[in-house]
């Protein structure tokens, strides 16, 4: 029973470049969950989105980054033109469909901009 | 603003003793609480949670503890042992499904 999935678990960019980050969620479970962790802080809510839908992006920037979740395939969170703030874990979630508020994290990604 | 303080940063404790982690949160609006564990460069992964209608929750080693009138809860593990030496997070969720997450507690348990 694989749980969540995150690649690349190590994301190097420099400057201006575009990152994508991806997230398979557990097996049944359809929610998904992307957050940030900048050093010596606490996990930040970026977005929460179910299969073809963003249900909540408040905690996203407002430029530079999206999210999508398709019918197929993994989650991705994408970061367009990084910029050296942008360096963090970024920790994806999923949970089952029946509205349980347990949710279950995968290993992060951590993006360094140089 | 932060809904959800952890305002211990470290907390160190002998073998065998018991931890107790502390959160407190200011928004009225959350129904549910989460205790997380993490260990560097991984994911955290969720320990224990409680449901505002509860004020204890017991599983194993761990407990959780909520008072909803002084917007306080409380992870106690007994007997610590130095494998849980680890980041803390406690987290709470309302009507968004959301997490908000505390700032962490570092926990470490000498042998």
């Known amino acids: 029973n694989a749980g969540v999935m995150q690649n690349p678990r190590h994301l190097v960019r420099r400057r201006g470049q575009e990152a994508r980050l991806r997230c398979s969620p557990m097996?049944?479970?359809?929610?998904v969950y992307w957050y940030r962790q900048l050093p010596e802080e606490g996990l930040k809510f970026m977005v929460y989105?179910?299969?073809?839908?963003?249900?909540?992006e408040s905690g996203m920037p407002k430029e530079r980054f999206s999210a999508e979740f398709p019918k197929e395939g993994p989650s991705i969170l994408r970061i367009q033109q990084v910029v050296r703030g942008d360096s963090a874990a970024y920790f994806c979630?999923?949970?089952?469909?029946?509205?349980?508020?347990?949710?279950?994290f995968g290993p992060g990604t951590r993006l360094t901009v140089t | 603003d932060q809904q959800v303080k952890q305002n211990s940063p470290s907390l160190s404790v002998q073998e065998g003793r018991i931890s107790i982690l502390n959160c407190d949160y200011t928004?009225?609006?959350?129904?549910?609480f989460l205790w997380y564990k993490k260990y560097p460069a991984e994911g955290p992964t969720f320990l224990i949670s409680?449901?505002?209608?509860?004020d204890k929750n017991e599983d194993g080693r761990f407990t959780v503890f909520l008072n909803k009138s002084a917007k306080h809860l409380s992870l106690h593990i007994v007997p610590s042992q130095p494998g849980d030496s680890a980041v803390y997070f406690c987290?709470?969720?309302?009507?968004?499904?959301?997490?908000?997450f505390g700032g962490g507690t570092r926990l470490m348990v000498k042998p």
């Open positions: 097996k049944g479970h359809s929610h």
């Open positions: 989105l179910q299969k073809e839908n963003i249900i909540d």
């Open positions: 928004n009225s609006m959350f129904d549910y």
């Open positions: 979630a999923s949970s089952p469909p029946t509205g349980s508020h347990e949710q279950y």
């Open positions: 409680i449901s505002s209608i509860k």
């Open positions: 987290a709470a969720s309302g009507a968004g499904n959301m997490l908000t």
